[in-house]
């Protein structure tokens, strides 16, 4: 090689594969600190007061119970914790009813059976959401150790100690404020601090969307606007923490959320002209979102200029935000609109077949197996055979990233979890050392969720202590060996040709947010004055393409012959997209002169051509009614 050559010479960058990235990648944050202290103060405190009591196994389905309710207390408002944990732990309670009774009476033939006819159930309701997801997991996990794990109580006192765990972790989540926030400010109610940062959030990302227009940043900036509204919109959806929504504080985030949707339609607008926005017209909505998060008056806010129909929209919606902030009433636009029918059509679409049955097979399979395995026949019982197909559940739900991700994330966090017990459980004492470590792997359970390994890790540390105060031996080999398995049988399970047609469960979130985009196309072509129907629509257009990128996201990162399935899903996602921001930029035009211009016109009709030619190959039905662009 030549001087020149090789001082030109550049290291060539290998790229990872996707399905090794993603089981390398972890998210980022800060610490979840209130999380950490709520799993601190569940399980360990409740395992303790049982084993003083002299009822170490209650003690244990509670302490699991409190577990799994941790995985679900995410970031965010209270009243949304109830029902993201509460959902979720009645399933699971049901699930540990049935695999009770169900493995005191049946033979090992009809028990598989049973729970395999569970696992299709559980896997077409994951279909429908998260709250869903985690409620068939628990309904899973439930059924397992119902009917595999040795516990001397009655079935009744069982369920009773399981949801006396899960509805401790979701006391802790109403009552405990948040730390840091000003308790003491008479104007301010901790009750309402997830509400307030998530309406202040959405400012915020208002603010930097205006920041980034005609910079190639805007894209992100608007996809991180949907993000903010979605978990909004969460936020302010759950049920009332009073009878009636009597509360000012609530009034008050209602329209301060419904003054922000005509913002953000705005920014939108700006944003796909591309063109110049003077640098104060970000101000305001900073200050709204600092008004939010103070629970102030707003004060004086800059006006942009008014020289074109997006900006006047800006002025208006700005103007609009401080009357609303002022009243402290508005709009109750919050409510995400989804009928029984329609979430019903989803678990039982081909999205939620394709699920339930790969569940079903993966849950069932691994029951029998383990039955097998443990007992040389279909009779009997065994103290651990419910941790196979406990463990499969949790690695066949897609939703926790792709197959084999999970699959490499789940062995290598047993493997560690398990080698880090041992060394714990030959020098600490019991059980008062072994419920200690449950308390701090409670704790350690939010921050490990960063990454499924480290999760993975923590989990078993935490099961099995909770298996050695329950009086069974130290199990670390055995937890090690029917992970691997598990692993196995869904890598076997989750490649195995099902009946239809593959990757339904892409196809169905892109053709939800193709429906979606083409009912709030209509409206909007419609002219209707209905602006408050007109939001609604944009809201699930925008929060449809959201779940479909998410979905297609996790299928580009499987293993080549399932991500193969999903081929130009994100293609078809990426012209949705502009479809809807165009849609927006008509509305706001429409508002200010009654009429599109050519460009509106001839930018709609090109994207209707382009998702026709791509429609068919992926696999996506044309929407009943499409209305024409012009």
Same mark, same amino acid.
């Given at each position: 090689?030549?001087?020149?050559?090789?001082?030109?010479?550049?290291?060539?960058?290998?790229?990872?594969?996707?399905?090794?990235?993603?089981?390398?990648?972890?998210?980022? /944050?800060?610490?979840?600190?209130?999380?950490?202290? !709520?799993?601190?103060?569940?399980?360990?405190?409740?395992?303790?007061?049982?084993?003083?009591?002299?009822?170490?196994? *209650?003690?244990?389905?509670?302490?699991?119970?409190?577990?799994?309710?941790?995985?679900?207390?995410?970031?965010?408002?209270?009243?949304?914790?109830?029902?993201?944990?509460?959902?979720?732990?009645?399933?699971?309670?049901?699930?540990?009813?049935?695999?009770?009774?169900?493995?005191?009476?049946?033979?090992?033939?009809?028990?598989?059976?049973?729970?395999? +006819?569970?696992?299709?159930?559980?896997?077409?309701?994951?279909?429908?959401?998260?709250?869903?997801?985690?409620?068939?997991?628990?309904?899973?996990?439930?059924?397992?150790?119902?009917?595999?794990?040795?516990?001397?109580?009655?079935?009744?006192?069982? $369920?009773?100690?399981? #949801?006396? /765990?899960?509805?401790?972790?979701?006391?802790?989540?109403?009552?405990?404020?948040?730390?840091?926030?000003?308790?003491?400010?008479?104007?301010?109610?901790?009750?309402?601090?997830? &509400?307030?940062?998530?309406?202040?959030?959405?400012?915020?990302?208002?603010?930097?969307?205006?920041?980034?227009?005609?910079?190639?940043?805007? +894209?992100?900036?608007?996809?991180?606007?949907?993000?903010?509204?979605?978990?909004?919109?969460?936020?302010?959806?759950?049920?009332?923490?009073?009878?009636?929504?009597?509360?000012?504080?609530?009034? !008050?985030?209602?329209?301060?959320?419904?003054?922000?949707?005509?913002?953000? &339609?705005?920014?939108?607008?700006?944003?796909?002209?591309?063109?110049?926005?003077?640098?104060?017209?970000?101000?305001?909505? %900073?200050?709204?979102?600092?008004?939010?998060?103070?629970?102030?008056?707003?004060?004086?806010?800059?006006?942009?200029?008014?020289?074109?129909?997006?900006?006047?929209?800006?002025?208006?919606?700005?103007?609009?935000?401080?009357?609303?902030?002022?009243?402290?009433?508005?709009?109750?636009?919050?409510?995400?609109?989804?009928?029984?029918?329609? #979430?019903?059509?989803?678990?039982?679409?081909?999205?939620?077949? &394709?699920?339930?049955? %790969?569940?079903?097979?993966?849950?069932?399979?691994?029951?029998?197996?383990?039955? =097998?395995?443990?007992?040389?026949?279909?009779? /009997?019982?065994?103290?651990?055979?419910?941790?196979?197909?406990?463990?499969?559940?949790? *690695? =066949?739900?897609?939703?926790?990233?792709?197959?084999?991700?999970?699959?490499?994330?789940?062995?290598?966090?047993?493997?560690?979890?398990?080698?880090?017990?041992?060394?714990?459980?030959?020098?600490?004492?019991?059980?008062?050392?072994?419920?200690? #470590?449950?308390? =701090?792997?409670?704790?350690?359970?939010?921050?490990?969720?960063?990454?499924?390994?480290?999760?993975?890790?923590?989990?078993? $540390?935490?099961?099995?202590?909770?298996?050695?105060?329950?009086?069974?031996?130290?199990?670390?080999?055995?937890?090690?060996?029917?992970?691997?398995?598990?692993?196995?049988?869904?890598?076997?399970?989750?490649? #195995?040709? =099902?009946?239809?047609?593959? /990757?339904?469960?892409?196809?169905?979130?892109?053709?939800?947010?193709?429906?979606?985009?083409?009912?709030?196309?209509?409206?909007?072509?419609?002219?209707?004055?209905?602006?408050?129907?007109?939001?609604?629509?944009?809201?699930?257009?925008?929060?449809?393409?959201?779940?479909?990128?998410?979905?297609?996201?996790?299928?580009?990162?499987?293993?080549?012959?399932?991500?193969?399935?999903?081929?130009?899903?994100? &293609?078809?996602?990426?012209?949705?997209?502009?479809?809807?921001?165009?849609?927006?930029?008509?509305?706001?035009?429409?508002?200010?002169?009654?009429?599109?211009?050519?460009?509106?016109?001839?930018?709609?009709?090109?994207?209707?051509?382009?998702?026709?030619?791509? !429609?068919?190959?992926?696999? $996506?039905?044309?929407?009943?009614?499409?209305?024409?662009?012009?």
């Amino acid at each position: 090689m030549s001087r020149a050559s090789r001082s030109t010479a550049r290291p060539v960058a290998l790229a990872l594969p996707p399905w090794l990235a993603h089981a390398l990648r972890a998210q980022r /944050g800060p610490v979840p600190w209130p999380a950490v202290t !709520r799993g601190a103060l569940a399980g360990g405190p409740l395992l303790l007061a049982a084993v003083l009591a002299g009822r170490a196994s *209650l003690g244990v389905v509670a302490a699991i119970a409190a577990m799994l309710a941790g995985f679900n207390d995410r970031p965010g408002s209270r009243r949304t914790s109830v029902r993201r944990i509460g959902v979720p732990a009645l399933a699971g309670a049901a699930g540990l009813l049935v695999g009770t009774y169900a493995g005191q009476h049946l033979a090992a033939v009809p028990l598989t059976l049973l729970l395999t +006819v569970l696992g299709l159930v559980a896997g077409g309701i994951s279909a429908v959401g998260t709250v869903a997801s985690g409620a068939g997991t628990q309904l899973l996990v439930g059924g397992a150790v119902g009917a595999g794990m040795p516990l001397p109580d009655p079935g009744w006192q069982s $369920v009773l100690a399981f #949801l006396a /765990g899960a509805g401790w972790l979701l006391t802790l989540r109403l009552a405990l404020p948040t730390p840091g926030s000003p308790v003491g400010d008479s104007r301010l109610d901790f009750r309402f601090d997830g &509400e307030r940062a998530a309406v202040a959030d959405v400012y915020d990302a208002v603010a930097a969307l205006l920041d980034a227009v005609g910079t190639e940043q805007a +894209v992100a900036r608007r996809a991180a606007l949907t993000a903010a509204l979605d978990h909004a919109q969460d936020a302010l959806a759950g049920p009332r923490l009073r009878r009636y929504a009597s509360s000012a504080a609530e009034r !008050r985030l209602h329209a301060q959320y419904a003054a922000a949707l005509p913002l953000g &339609e705005a920014a939108t607008a700006l944003a796909w002209a591309e063109q110049t926005v003077p640098a104060r017209a970000a101000e305001g909505p %900073r200050r709204l979102a600092a008004a939010v998060r103070g629970n102030t008056h707003t004060g004086p806010l800059p006006a942009p200029s008014r020289t074109d129909p997006a900006l006047r929209a800006l002025d208006d919606a700005l103007l609009h935000a401080a009357e609303a902030f002022d009243r402290g009433r508005g709009r109750d636009l919050h409510t995400r609109r989804r009928s029984l029918g329609s #979430l019903a059509r989803t678990a039982l679409g081909a999205g939620g077949r &394709e699920y339930g049955l %790969r569940v079903g097979l993966c849950f069932g399979a691994s029951a029998a197996v383990a039955q =097998v395995l443990h007992h040389g026949h279909w009779y /009997g019982s065994h103290p651990h055979w419910y941790w196979l197909p406990a463990t499969a559940v949790f *690695l =066949v739900k897609p939703d926790l990233g792709p197959l084999v991700s999970r699959v490499l994330c789940r062995a290598a966090g047993t493997v560690l979890g398990a080698l880090v017990f041992a060394g714990f459980a030959a020098v600490l004492p019991r059980p008062e050392g072994l419920v200690a #470590l449950v308390a =701090v792997c409670g704790a350690l359970v939010p921050v490990a969720a960063r990454h499924f390994a480290a999760q993975t890790a923590v989990v078993t $540390v935490l099961v099995l202590a909770l298996v050695m105060v329950g009086g069974e031996p130290q199990a670390s080999v055995s937890r090690i060996g029917e992970t691997l398995l598990a692993c196995a049988i869904v890598l076997v399970v989750g490649h #195995l040709p =099902v009946p239809g047609q593959r /990757g339904g469960a892409v196809r169905a979130r892109i053709g939800a947010a193709d429906a979606a985009a083409h009912a709030y196309l209509a409206h909007v072509l419609s002219e209707s004055d209905d602006r408050a129907t007109r939001w609604t629509l944009r809201r699930e257009a925008y929060r449809a393409l959201a779940e479909a990128r998410a979905a297609v996201a996790l299928a580009a990162a499987e293993l080549p012959p399932l991500a193969r399935h999903s081929a130009g899903a994100d &293609e078809f996602a990426a012209v949705l997209e502009r479809l809807v921001d165009t849609v927006t930029a008509c509305a706001v035009h429409l508002d200010d002169t009654g009429r599109l211009t050519p460009r509106h016109t001839e930018r709609l009709a090109g994207l209707r051509d382009e998702l026709g030619e791509r !429609r068919g190959r992926v696999g $996506v039905r044309r929407p009943r009614r499409l209305p024409l662009a012009g």
